[in-house]
């Protein structure tokens, strides 16, 4: 029998309604001074109407804060609810002492911090959750000026992954006929390829060929938590404007069973569950989903921004003693100034074997200080498992296309057959895998002598392939 979650939130309510006679009067009031004292009487409290009822009481209180109230909040949190030093050294001493299931549960005790017993009990009041999330969304802005608070975020973030276990998780398609809240919430929170109203949004949702899926929560019931969307075609796609800017299939058109599976967009909806990921376990979902509906689908791969790769540009360019960019090159990228290159022929033809050879080297060689690749959707999907298959000219001619890449967009591939494979190879070696394709891109370092810079530039044919440190025969985030 499903259980009914209104009902549930109903007699949550009624019981904080009820519990609040159980509240010191000191409690009850607007006063902002208050908040801690509140904060205090619900880790200490031991009864559950009345923990109820200060955890709504709290969460309210909180809800009317200023910015300088909620950072007195949060300081409270940080300095008064955390391990004791003593009763810590205590119980590691005792634990060296005498090493024991007794002493190992008192050292647990003694260090998990009390913030993460305050914020389960702040959970219990109706509808807590998505005010928990809203709560470390601002956490998340606060501590950039407030080193203290990194520890709660920690203890909330760590709540948080248990509290959206994947095994909590609901995924629901999204279409024409979902609800309009959870529509418009759709076009709210698209991140990477923005919705332009209602008719953009029913060309993206309503085609035959056409596929969006959401992760819901069931304390977040018209809350999507993240969101795909997938395009069924029949080769693989290489700019976006042919997949969000076409018109819907003429009803009865005789059109052959799509083979691949285009996923263009993935967009994370809750600022306050950042770090929280949900989208490797989408991604798998759906391809689970689309095959049991479309058994014919065999090429899965993403069609996703390079968000990064023109600050990546401006900077190497910017380095007098880079040995990535060379003179030709800045020669060549000064194209880019003029606005109206993209709509120029032969400037665009003059850029390409420049940027696309830059972004060889971009995806395949330079790396953060942990040595991974910079582009942070190329880690979402090589984490993941996929290939690094094509990089695509033109990819993305919008004006964020143009500001963040170039206009350029890159295919990840995802192979069910080398997924853990490729994974395996990522997380043990952070190595990069791609096509021939790719790695045909990259011109070979440039000597100490002075050399042709362009030589051995490749342009990208227009077929399948990625490049990384290993090669292969042969993407928001998406």
Known sequence: MPINVSFLQDLLTTVAEQGRQYLPSALIGEQEEDIGTLARALLSGRGEASGVAIAREL???????????????????????????DVVKAAATAFLENPGEATLHELRNAVESPRQEFFRRLNLAAGATGEIVAMRRDLLRLKKSEPGFASVDDDIAHLFTSWFNRGFLVLRRIDWQTPAVILEKIIRYEAVHEIQGWDDLRRRLEPADRRCFA??????????????????????????????????????????????????????????????????????????????????????????????????LDRAVADEGSRVVTEADRVALQMLSDPGWIDDPEETEALKPTLLSLAAHY????????????????????????????????????????????????????????????????????????????????????????????????????????????????????
């Not at 300081?75 to 030093?85: E, Q």
């Not at 996923?263 to 989208?279: A, K, P, T, V």
């Not at 391809?287 to 065999?298: A, G, I, M, N, S």
Request: aromatic share 8%.
């Open 59 to 85: 969460l309210d209180r909180y809800r009317a804060l200023d910015l300088e109230g909620r950072k007195a909040f949060f300081r409270v949190i940080a300095n008064d609810f955390k391990p004791k030093s």
């Open 215 to 312: 992760f819901f929560h069931p304390s977040l019931i018209d809350e999507p938590l993240i969101f795909v969307e997938v395009a069924l075609t029949r080769d693989l796609a290489g700019n976006i404007q042919n997949l969000i800017g076409d018109p819907p299939p003429a009803p009865g058109e005789n059109r052959s069973p799509p083979t691949t599976a285009v996923f263009y967009s993935i967009s994370n909806c809750q600022e306050g569950l950042r770090g929280i990921s949900f989208g490797n376990f989408l991604i798998k979902q759906v391809v689970e989903e689309l095959v049991r509906e479309q058994p014919q689908l065999k090429t899965f791969v993403t069609l996703s921004p390079v968000p990064t790769f023109a600050r990546w």
């Open 363 to 478: 995806f395949l060689q330079s790396r953060t200080h942990d040595k991974r690749p910079i582009d942070p959707v190329a880690r979402f999907h090589l984490g993941n498992g996929a290939r690094l298959e094509r990089i695509n000219w033109m990819g993305d001619v919008s004006e964020k296309g143009l500001r963040e890449a170039h206009g350029l967009m890159v295919n990840y591939l995802y192979e069910l057959k080398d997924i853990e494979r490729n994974h395996e190879a990522y997380a043990n070696e952070g190595e990069v895998v791609a096509s021939r394709a790719v790695k045909g891109l990259l011109r070979a370092a440039p000597k100490a002598t002075k050399a042709k810079p362009q030589e051995g530039s490749l342009v990208l044919a227009d077929k399948s392939g990625t490049g990384g440190t290993r090669a292969s025969s042969g993407s928001g985030k998406s």
